[in-house]
């Protein structure tokens, strides 16, 4: 009786060994699983945010007829691409402006967006006429929604201001006060429909000692 007994508890304790065994065999490959689905998902996410950009940018400069060789270098090069190509693509549209020439402008300012707002601006005062110089006066100038403001408010006022003048007086303008000093109020041109304005915010001044 008492080996029957010792029997049975000797098989007991050798099956829950068993039976602890099959668990570590089995749980280990899961943990080890979840682990590397773990590490991938930041990377999977992260190559999602940097890729949608680039994406978008190369999807729009080939909607609007820039060939791939061109869209590819520039979108790659971008430091925002998606502004980048929103800056063709609105000028293209709405000036009717040359995507390519676009896009060659576009790459070589530091703030896209104001640009194809100047652009925009412009053109669109002009009663549906093209005008490519707009695209260069634009890209010259260190403040390009101010330059279209002066822009659009003289030819506003004066009816048979010729355009290309008005650029050339706003572009000359716009040179000789783009080294504002500070504590100088912008008081810009704002006709109707053509909203954004800038000033410049004086810096304080420490209290001498």
Not at 54 to 76: M, T
Not at 83 to 99: M, P, Q, W, Y
Request: proline residues 6%; positive net charge.
């Amino acid at each position: 009786m008492l080996q029957d007994k010792q029997k049975v508890g000797r098989n007991r304790s050798s099956a829950h060994r068993m039976f602890n065994t099959k668990t570590i065999r089995l749980t280990v490959p899961v943990l080890a699983m979840s682990g590397w689905l773990g590490s991938m998902v930041p990377g999977i996410a992260l190559t999602a945010s940097y890729s949608n950009d680039y994406r978008a940018c190369a999807g729009q400069l080939l909607r609007v007829n820039i060939s791939a060789e061109a869209a590819l270098p520039a979108c790659a090069k971008a430091l925002r691409p998606r502004e980048l190509s929103t800056c063709v693509v609105k000028i293209n549209r709405e000036a009717k402006i040359n995507s390519v020439d676009a896009l060659t402008t576009c790459r070589q300012v530091r703030r896209p967006e104001e640009l194809a707002t100047c652009v925009v601006g412009i053109s669109q005062n002009t009663q549906g006429e093209v005008n490519p110089a707009v695209l260069n006066y634009c890209g010259r100038s260190l403040l390009p929604v101010r330059f279209a403001q002066c822009v659009v408010g003289l030819r506003s006022e004066v009816k048979d201001l010729a355009s290309n003048r008005a650029l050339e007086t706003c572009i000359d303008a716009s040179d000789r006060v783009s080294g504002f000093t500070s504590g100088s109020t912008l008081k810009t041109i704002n006709p109707a429909g053509f909203t954004p304005t800038f000033e410049a915010t004086p810096i304080p001044v420490a209290p001498s000692k």
